[in-house]
């Protein structure tokens, strides 16, 4: 992370998570504060060994980190998952681009593959082929398709799965202008 960066989240989150001095104690600083959660999330260190790190109690510790992802998720939700307007769900071509991202339909486009995991998580995602491209041409071009056909994606086969009925088949949910075939 960038020390402008640093800053930044400093500036969004500070006058939040900053504390007071009292008579009897001085308060931890705003950008420790900042410093020791964002460690915790880059390294996973545990608590113990941060406390020795920042030398700050281990209940400090855990309040600090709880409070300042809470400032963090406050501020930084509004900015990266807004809600988008109504300009926002438009799509126009970049510029220069001709009829590249024109599709048979008379718009423009752009193609996205995507696969998620059994938690919705997207695990793969492969976005911008212009929309004049057929879906099946992207599938087998792209680097999913590629992945999936040389088998670099780590699919375990059926026999490896274990036999219980908790275990969700491996399914792609395609249009149907996609190729079909086995995986």
């Not at 088949?169 to 202008?177: G, K, L, M, N, Q």
Request: charged residues 20%; positive net charge; aromatic residues 10%.
């Amino acid at each position: 992370m960038t020390p402008i960066q640093f800053g930044h989240l400093l500036t969004l989150a500070g006058p939040i998570i900053s504390k007071k001095n009292t008579n009897y104690r001085e308060s931890i600083q705003t950008k420790d504060r900042l410093a020791l959660t964002l460690r915790f999330l880059a390294s996973g260190d545990l608590m113990v060994s941060l406390s020795y790190q920042f030398r700050i109690g281990r209940s400090t510790v855990s309040r600090i980190i709880r409070e300042t992802c809470e400032a963090l998720r406050d501020k930084l939700y509004p900015i990266v998952l807004a809600k988008p307007s109504s300009e926002k769900w438009l799509f126009k071509a970049p510029p220069n681009t001709g009829s590249q991202y024109h599709h048979y339909k008379g718009g423009f486009s752009i193609i996205l593959l995507a696969c998620v995991d059994a938690d919705y998580k997207f695990v793969l995602v492969d976005i911008g082929w212009e929309g004049h491209n057929s879906d099946g041409g992207v599938f087998i071009h792209s680097v999913i398709g590629q992945a999936i056909e040389c088998n670099k994606i780590n699919i375990p086969n059926s026999a490896a799965l274990p036999s219980t009925k908790t275990v969700v088949p491996f399914v792609f949910v395609v249009t149907r202008h996609f190729p079909s075939r086995t995986i």
